[in-house]
């Protein structure tokens, strides 16, 4: 009785998460000519969680259709993130600001790339001083200042890390992390002092 009512069991959760994952995941026609760039890209970010076998001819109809970022899904997938820099690099070099800080944030960690920091602050350097970029906003600008004060942090450039503590800490909107970097702040000034 007992295996019974757990094959019971076992059976309906099944289902249930089959339910489930086929309503977060809508059957679209990857031919189908209406078919939008905005809808082969989702159902590439979607196919990531729900359909991971249908993955890459997603991936690879939205970046067909002019999506290069759904190329990172297929990095992921697959382990090898080449032609998602290559042409993250190709966007940064024809001056897309966004393009410049994913490859920022591509060298800051090291995704599909030998970790680079110096690199990074360069890249994120030149994202806050494009002249594309007058319009960021506050939020947009904190989290740059964040990034850039974790790569001074870890390089410890003292001097640095604190004009984007100082920066972050005028800026931040949430209190709590405003303690937080208020606190860090403190710990850089005993490393400036040294």
Same mark, same amino acid.
């Given at each position: 009785?007992?295996?019974?009512? !757990?094959?019971? #069991? ?6 249930? *998460?089959?339910? @489930? ?12 000519? *209406?078919? =939008?760039?905005? /809808?082969?890209? +989702? +159902? ?27 190329? %990172?899904?297929?990095?992921?997938? =697959? ?27 591509? @060298?800051?960690?090291?995704? !599909? ?10 890249? &994120? ?14 939020? /947009? %600008?904190? =989290?740059? /200042? ?5 790569? &001074?942090?870890? %390089?410890? #450039?003292? +001097?640095?890390?604190? $004009?984007?503590? /100082? ?17 860090? $702040? ?5 490393? %400036?002092?040294?």
């Amino acid at each position: 009785m007992v295996k019974i009512s !757990f094959f019971i #069991l076992l059976t309906l959760n099944l289902i249930s *998460n089959n339910v @489930y994952a086929n309503s977060l995941w809508h059957t679209i026609d990857i031919n189908d000519p *209406n078919l =939008t760039v905005e /809808q082969a890209a +989702q +159902q590439c970010a979607k196919s990531s969680m729900y359909a991971p076998y249908s993955l890459e001819e997603w991936c690879e109809k939205a970046y067909s259709m002019g999506s290069w970022r759904s190329l %990172l899904y297929i990095g992921y997938y =697959t382990g090898d993130g080449t032609r998602y820099v290559n042409e993250v690099k190709k966007h940064a070099q024809a001056d897309d600001v966004e393009a410049i800080k994913i490859l920022a944030w591509i @060298y800051s960690n090291g995704s !599909f790339v030998e970790r680079d920091l110096n690199k990074s602050i360069n890249l &994120y350097t030149d994202y806050l001083s494009h002249k594309k970029n007058k319009s960021l906003t506050k939020h /947009q %600008l904190v =989290t740059v /200042q964040k990034a850039l004060y974790n790569i &001074y942090k870890e %390089l410890e #450039l003292w +001097q640095d890390a604190s $004009k984007s503590l /100082q920066y972050i800490i005028n800026n931040e909107n949430n209190n709590m992390e405003k303690k937080f970097f208020r606190d860090e $702040k403190i710990y850089i000034s005993e490393r %400036l002092s040294k």
